[in-house]
């Protein structure tokens, strides 16, 4: 079965550094879609992406936060200058329709550390 | 701002029994609502969703039921297994768009003994 797929697994990252998070969505899909995971937190979305443009963002998604789509497979979520705060796991999801009870499918997420 | 509410955090089920996980909403909006269950390291996988029109859908073991008067919709899983073991997300979406954010529940860890 296809599946959303998410590099790296977990990523260590100073203070104020840059990181990178890479999905890779099912291929026939549309939409796609960061949400976060504080630890003990509920699963927040961040922001969604069709036709190359960001649909809906959420409070969370502020100019620190970038999302690309750099070529016809990937998905990159961008944090520009890292906060202690920003330590969540990271899930990339994706949809393909365009009705909204297509569900959408989540990759294993990023566990990303800010130290 | 809990638009999306399943109070109980866990729940312990024997085996072959049933498993009811229950979620309230507070938004008479809201579209659609999904289950997602999900293991430890693994990203949540969709089980089963309905119409905010609907107030019952089935698919093998697990229904799902909607009242929407009482803004609650339950998950029942018959009978459980102890695969089923796992956290249950209740998530709703708000309006019919695509696109749109999911809106979760906090999940609640069902634990099923043989």
């Known amino acids: 079965e296809p599946e959303v797929t998410q590099t790296p697994s977990h990523q260590v990252t100073q203070m104020g550094q840059e990181v990178i998070l890479r999905c890779v969505p099912i291929?026939?899909?549309?939409?796609f879609y960061w949400y976060r995971q504080i630890l003990g937190q509920k699963v927040e979305f961040l922001v969604s992406?069709?036709?190359?443009?960001?649909?809906?963002k959420s409070e969370i998604f502020d100019d620190q936060f970038s999302v690309e789509r750099p070529d016809g497979s990937n998905f990159t979520l961008k944090i520009r200058s890292t906060k202690l705060e920003d330590s969540a796991m990271y899930f990339c999801?994706?949809?393909?329709?365009?009705?909204?009870?297509?569900?959408?499918?989540f990759g294993d997420g990023t566990r990303l550390s800010i130290l | 701002d809990q638009q999306v509410k399943q109070n109980s955090p866990s729940l312990s089920v024997q085996e072959g029994r049933i498993s009811i996980l229950n979620c309230d909403y507070t938004?008479?909006?809201?579209?659609?609502f999904l289950w997602y269950k999900k293991y430890p390291a693994e990203g949540p996988t969709f089980l089963i969703s309905?119409?905010?029109?609907?107030d019952k859908n089935e698919d093998g073991r697990f229904t799902v039921f909607l009242n929407k008067s009482a803004k609650h919709l339950s998950l029942h899983i018959v009978p459980s297994q102890p695969g089923d073991s796992a956290v249950y997300f209740c998530?709703?979406?708000?309006?019919?768009?695509?696109?749109?954010?999911?809106?979760f529940g906090k999940g609640t860890t069902l634990s099923v003994s043989s």
């Open positions: 999801a994706s949809s393909w329709d365009s009705y909204s009870n297509q569900p959408q499918h």
């Open positions: 291929s026939n899909h549309l939409y």
């Open positions: 992406f069709y036709n190359n443009e960001i649909s809906e």
């Open positions: 938004n008479s909006m809201f579209d659609y």
């Open positions: 309905i119409s905010s029109i609907k």
């Open positions: 998530a709703a979406i708000p309006r019919a768009q695509a696109g749109t954010a999911l809106i």
